[in-house]
């Protein structure tokens, strides 16, 4: 269902059900009260009556004399004895000779209908001529008041009808009013859709704030998605350009060893190596790709957990001193100390420094751990090549690797420091480098006071 007709349908069912119920309630007070205020009244005459006869000398004819004086002027009075006969009936019409009711000893009052005829009727008990008890029935027609009530009723019906088309044609005019904006912008967004673009969009004027804010974050997203996607198209640019070397390499010597490979041994050999060295740094590289992506579904649901740093520090040290034969110190001055962090992504962090430090220098690497201020400081120092100062700021980029020709020796891929630079962040850790050229390269990782459980 269009929203437009949802929100009409609702607010005039409303609309329409709070008028039906305030109307019911006018006509039945208006009703109840006006058959109250007859009742009074002929509550009023049954004692003034009674008053009289009291008073009287209690004869029939002094009796039925006190009754007629108090005949209303389009009624009946009826005396009716316990026996539910009537003993006398005085009344102004003649068809009105069957307004009885059975007795009773309590007063009582009723609203009786009789043919096409209305009446209010009081019965009071008093004492008759013979001291016996009867009841003293006084009956007032109020076929005009039952006329009114029935305009009243035509009045509040007929006005329903009308608040009611009213409120359906306002509706209608209010409801497109407010829905026109909504309209402009899903044609505006719809558009953008068939452009298969990422263009913003205008905000529209005189609009609500709802909308604005709808506007802006269209816009956010569209600019979110537009700079998504060319980092992905970057990215496989990147990429492919980085498999085309190894490629054109395994081609060219695949070629070469088709052609004089079973001719020429020594062809072979040096064949056969090449492809093996390419095929090595593809699927490095492919590794490295998939890295990216796994670790881009972790952040996701970025889990941390308690850990002990030193031990973690000494045991990933040792582990990589022992792959790659190169010494590695672990100084620290803190005994021991349990950070919250997501582990296994820590671990990779510290790694692609570590493994950096070892590729880039022959020396040893150290690693220190500080307290500065509240936070902890990480330090991964080498003694190796240095980066020059102009790169400094690129060395965080995708692929990008200082000395392509040098790194293709050591077997880089130059996605290393990015994927460093995504954990960093994802785990809230500062990065900074300082590194001078043939002197060295030192990596501060600072660990917030917030991710520090315990340390002495
Ligand atoms: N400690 C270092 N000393 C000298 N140069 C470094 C050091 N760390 C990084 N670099 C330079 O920064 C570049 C980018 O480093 P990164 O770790 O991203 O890539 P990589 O080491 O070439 O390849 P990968 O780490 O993906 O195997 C390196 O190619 C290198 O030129
Ligand atoms: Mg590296």
Do not use: C
């Not at 929203?3 to 208006?30: D, E, G, P, R």
């Not at 039952?146 to 359906?168: A, P, R």
């Not at 040792?318 to 582990?343: D, F, Y």
């Amino acid at each position: 269902m269009k929203l437009s007709t949802k929100i009409q349908l609702y607010t005039t069912v409303m609309i329409v059900l709070t008028l039906i119920v305030v109307n019911v309630f006018v006509y039945i007070t208006f009703k109840k009260n006006a058959i109250q205020n007859e009742v009074h009244q002929l509550e009023n005459r049954a004692i003034n009556i009674i008053k009289e006869l009291e008073k009287s000398n209690q004869t029939k004819q002094d009796n039925e004399k006190i009754i007629v004086n108090h005949l209303l002027s389009d009624g009946s009075v009826t005396i009716v004895n316990q026996n539910n006969k009537r003993k006398l009936q005085i009344m102004t019409k003649q068809h009105y000779r069957n307004l009885i009711e059975d007795y009773s000893d309590k007063q009582t009052d009723k609203y009786i209908t009789r043919g096409n005829h209305h009446f209010v009727m009081v019965s009071v008990p008093v004492l008759w001529e013979d001291k016996e008890t009867v009841n003293l029935q006084i009956y007032e027609n109020i076929d005009m008041k039952h006329e009114s009530f029935e305009n009243l009723k035509w009045i509040l019906i007929g006005s329903t009808i009308m608040v009611t088309i009213i409120t359906f044609i306002l509706n209608m005019i209010i409801t497109h009013s407010i829905l026109k904006p909504i309209h402009l912008l899903i044609n505006k967004m719809s558009n953008i859709h068939k452009t298969k673009g990422y263009t913003k969009i205008e905000s529209i004027e005189n609009t609500s704030k709802e909308l604005d804010d709808l506007t802006d974050t269209f816009n956010l997203m569209m600019k979110r998605l537009s700079e998504q996607e060319e980092k992905e198209q970057s990215f496989i640019a990147n990429a492919s350009h980085e498999l085309k070397t190894p490629i054109t390499v395994i081609k060219s010597y695949s070629e070469m060893l088709k052609r004089f490979g079973k001719s020429k041994p020594e062809v072979l050999d040096e064949g056969l190596d090449a492809i093996h060295e390419e095929a090595i740094r593809m699927s490095y590289l492919a590794n490295q790709m998939l890295q990216i992506t796994s670790f881009h579904k972790q952040t996701k649901h970025n889990e941390r957990e308690s850990f002990e740093l030193i031990q973690l520090l000494q045991s990933t040290a040792k582990k990589l001193s022992i792959t790659h034969g190169q010494k590695i110190e672990v100084q620290s001055k803190i005994k021991t100390l349990h950070i919250k962090l997501n582990q296994e992504q820590f671990v990779q962090l510290i790694t692609i420094f570590i493994d950096n430090a070892i590729k880039y220098s022959d020396k040893s690497v150290v690693i220190t751990l500080n307290q500065k201020h509240k936070n902890v400081m990480l330090q991964i120092e080498d003694k190796g090549i240095g980066i020059p100062a102009e790169s400094l700021d690129k060395i965080f980029n995708r692929f990008y690797r200082v000395d392509k020709a040098r790194t293709r020796k050591t077997g880089g891929s130059g996605l290393g420091l990015y994927i460093a630079k995504e954990i960093a962040q994802a785990n809230d850790i500062g990065i900074d480098v300082y590194s001078e050229l043939n002197y060295g390269t030192t990596v501060k990782l600072t660990i917030k006071e917030q991710y520090i459980e315990t340390f002495s």
